[in-house]
């Protein structure tokens, strides 16, 4: 019902910032909870934040928080990744997901995927 597009990926050094956004389209978009997930080199999707319908509900993984910002704009079909104080090991695939609830889209269960951008961080 949603198709996800992520934008705002590249290649910075060690303490600079990243803007990311996902663009959601489709019948309903606004009915979606939303996230952020990463896939780093050789290892496994990770969770990085969640955002629910409303914004009112937040999470953050631990090595992200004082770092990132999720937002999402007042229409509730775009949401943002702001990345400050990028290290190497942020360096990953940045996926968008939608979910049913801020908590179905934390654990996976049921979301959609953008394609991903590329964020990679340099020494």
């Known amino acids: 019902q949603v198709q996800l597009v992520e934008s705002g990926g590249g290649l910075v050094q060690a303490g600079d910032s990243l803007r990311l956004s996902c663009a959601a389209s489709g019948r309903a978009s606004s009915d979606y909870a939303m996230g952020w997930f990463r896939r780093a080199p050789g290892k496994d999707r990770e969770f990085v934040a969640a955002i629910s319908r409303s914004g009112s509900i937040i999470f953050y993984t631990d090595s992200v928080k004082g770092r990132f910002t999720i937002s999402r704009d007042n229409a509730k079909i775009t949401m943002s990744l702001q990345m400050n104080n990028l290290k190497p090991e942020d360096t990953a695939v940045y996926y968008c997901?939608?979910?049913?609830?801020?908590?179905?889209?934390?654990?996976?269960?049921?979301?959609?995927w953008g394609q991903g951008t590329q964020v990679t961080v340099s020494s």
């Open positions: 997901a939608a979910g049913e609830t801020v908590y179905a889209v934390r654990s996976e269960n049921g979301n959609y």
